[in-house]
């Protein structure tokens, strides 16, 4: 990366211009082994330890006078300015005292994991900015590989063979380093030549023309990556694949764009097994550590692959198992049968932060008694244990709150000798302090879109007790979900003119406050249009023209609209349809029919096909606009279909509009949420 250093700012000399505090305190600062860099309000460098210039790489009379920003990210660069800014000139300080990791700036444009503590002076010509920085990139490395440790003792704990095993270390490996291809190299029967067993790729980056390529090729010794590996029975890394001279798979794997590779034998007992291979999209300079690592790696799961095809994985699970008690999120305790601490690991140490004298005396009884003028209720404390350790096969689990606000889970279970016998206890504990953080955040917002899902809907439906001369009219709405989603069908009632009807049932594609906002669009467009004495077809027409106007992306409507006026005893409807079922009419002596023409759905296209149909409903008829969801109500052994709506239509003929709906309801309510597959919306009218 090319230098960056900004332009302007002056060089000084450290006696020259740093602040008489500074001076006062130079030599303690000096001689601190964190960087220490101080900035007057101005944002200008005024001094920076020795520390200072061998983390960042600047010499202390080229960075003072600079801008403090001189060692901050262009990308960074306006957040630090704005913060810096605000601390001036208001005083509020957000971030003084608490660590931050960021990336830092060195002299050569190179960025620097660093975690950074804000400090500051309050002087009469304004605060004094002190900042100390360390060096955490080798903090992150370790994180990672114990990342990459603690995952690879699950696939030893959880996979019961090698086949399973395999795939679940490529991918953990990958996963871990931030790798795309992974593969497995073993010896063929003949022993003359290795080929891939397992191969595993990332399925957001897949690689097909290399997969083939590796899944098909046969090495011998010094042929190839992992015939090197093979030979030297060492690590190799290539920075990219374009440039090597000894990588027989080159055009498949730049066909797939991967450019830097790394390997490295699986041995046992200086026997060899196999090769772990890697490549990334990246082209990426030789990483010393990361090879010495996996050299390492390499050696156990050489074991490990051994024991697995001997069936005995005792070995290397041992020593997996060290490796996490020490690297583990967890603090662990091992409490022997006389109450005698037999052994913790460091992560127990550091969350409990008991005194040493007391750790150090192997007394479990003196570590309870400092560990509870630490918790919130001490007495509970103390009395939870006891009853633990009265009970010598007792499991437990409970969560303990400090008085320093944070929140540990902590986990306990006997400790047996083969024979069975009670040999003492190990505690488990983990701090959540954040997940408790995030679970009562989320809480909170999930009450809050409930209360906004609920009052969507509410505002979307007309009310349930709808009338209209002449006959008895009653609806159903059963939105998929526990209640906090809003659907995304709809049904509308209204009296569009004196002595006419309209009848709306509707399905808006997808969920939530999108599918809302089109509900609203779509019923209030309708309902405008047919005041206005609109035709239905014209109605259908211009909605979809508004839905277009309005530019509702991918999103569509089905709607089913019928328009009813009194004829006689009866009523005359006239009926149009964009994409939804056809309604259905339930003559007086149980025989169902089907109305209306289909047409497309609103949202789609400039010019839908749409058609308006004429029908009569006499004493005794019932009309059914429904959406698919009621026919469609779960899985192949719930779903209702055309056929067995029009038997239950027919069933409840001789019963009102409510008891057809009744019926309805009671079938979609007896399936379980989890397998409903859709919204159901539907209005019956039965005429008088």
Not at 177 to 192: C, H, N, P, Y
Not at 324 to 348: C, K, P, W, Y
Request: aromatic share 6%; with cysteine.
């Amino acid at each position: 990366m090319a230098s960056t250093v900004p332009e302007g700012g002056s060089r000084g000399r450290l006696d020259d211009e740093t602040p008489a505090f500074v001076l006062d305190f130079r030599a303690v600062l000096d001689s601190f082994a964190d960087a220490v860099v101080a900035a007057e309000p101005d944002d200008r460098v005024v001094y920076l330890n020795r520390s200072a210039e061998v983390l960042l790489g600047w010499e202390a009379a080229d960075l003072i006078g600079r801008p403090l920003w001189t060692i901050v990210p262009e990308r960074l660069r306006p957040a630090h300015r704005a913060a810096f800014r605000r601390f001036v000139d208001t005083g509020e300080a957000r971030l003084v005292g608490i660590p931050v990791l960021l990336p830092a700036l060195r002299q050569d444009g190179s960025e620097q994991e660093i975690e950074l503590t804000i400090g500051y002076v309050q002087r009469d010509e304004g605060p004094l900015v002190i900042a100390s920085l360390r060096d955490v990139s080798d903090r992150i490395e370790l994180e990672r590989h114990n990342a990459l440790t603690r995952r690879l003792l699950e696939v030893i704990a959880d996979a019961p063979t090698l086949a399973e095993a395999t795939p679940r270390i490529l991918a953990g490996i990958c996963e871990e380093l931030g790798w795309q291809v992974g593969a497995l190299w073993t010896l063929d029967r003949d022993e003359q030549t290795i080929s891939c067993e397992e191969l595993w790729y990332d399925a957001d980056d897949p690689a097909p023309t290399f997969a083939d390529a590796t899944l098909a090729t046969k090495l011998t010794r010094g042929v190839g990556l992992p015939g090197m590996v093979w030979e030297e029975k060492q690590p190799r890394w290539m920075f990219d694949v374009e440039n090597a001279t000894n990588f027989v798979r080159a055009p498949a794997a730049l066909a797939d764009g991967l450019h830097a590779a790394f390997a490295f034998p699986v041995e046992v007992e200086g026997r060899f097994l196999g090769v772990l291979e890697f490549f990334s999209t990246e082209v990426r300079e030789p990483d010393p550590d990361l090879l010495e690592t996996m050299a390492t790696i390499g050696a156990e799961l050489g074991r490990f692959i051994e024991r697995r095809r001997r069936d005995d994985a005792a070995l290397l699970q041992n020593a997996l198992l060290a490796s996490q008690n020490e690297n583990t999120l967890e603090g662990i305790l091992v409490v022997a049968a006389d109450g005698t601490m037999i052994s913790h690991n460091r992560r127990f140490a550091e969350m409990w932060g008991l005194p040493q004298d007391v750790m150090a005396t192997g007394a479990d009884e003196a570590a309870l008694a400092a560990a509870a003028e630490k918790v919130l209720d001490p007495d509970a404390f103390l009395a939870r244990v006891a009853d633990l350790y009265a009970r010598r096969d007792a499991r437990g689990r409970d969560e303990i709150r400090l008085r320093d606000g944070r929140v540990f889970d902590r986990y306990t279970a006997p400790l047996e000798a083969p024979d069975g016998s009670y040999v003492g206890r190990a505690w488990y504990t983990r701090d959540v302090t954040a997940e408790r953080v995030a679970e009562q955040r989320l809480a909170e917002s999930s009450m809050r879109y409930r209360h906004l899902a609920k009052t969507l809907q509410q505002n979307l439906l007309p009310p349930r007790n709808i009338e209209i001369p002449g006959a008895e009219v009653a609806t159903l709405y059963e939105p998929v979900g526990e209640g906090n989603t809003v659907g995304g069908d709809f049904y509308d009632v209204f009296e569009p003119r004196q002595g006419e009807w309209a009848i709306v049932v509707g399905d808006v594609c997808g969920k939530g406050v999108e599918a809302a906002a089109i509900t609203s669009l779509v019923r209030y467009t309708i309902r405008a249009l047919a005041m206005k004495g609109a035709a239905p077809d014209e109605v259908l027409r211009d909605t979809n023209a508004a839905m277009l106007m309005e530019g509702v992306d991918d999103r569509f409507c089905t709607v089913s609209y019928a328009r009813l006026a009194r004829d006689g005893d009866g009523f005359s409807a006239c009926i149009t349809i964009a994409g939804n079922p056809l309604p259905l009419v339930v003559r007086a002596r149980g025989k169902v029919e089907s109305a209306g023409a289909l047409g497309l759905p609103l949202g789609l296209f400039p010019e839908p096909a749409i058609e308006a149909c004429e029908t009569h409903l006499g004493r005794g008829d019932t009309l059914v606009l429904l959406t698919d969801g009621v026919t469609d109500t779960g899985g192949d052994r719930h779903a209702l279909g055309d056929a067995g709506l029009a038997t239950l239509l027919a069933d409840a003929a001789p019963e009102g509009a409510q008891g057809i709906v009744d019926r309805i309801r009671r079938m979609v309510t007896h399936i379980g949420v989890g397998e409903r597959r859709d919204d159901c919306a539907l209005v019956a009218l039965k005429v008088r």
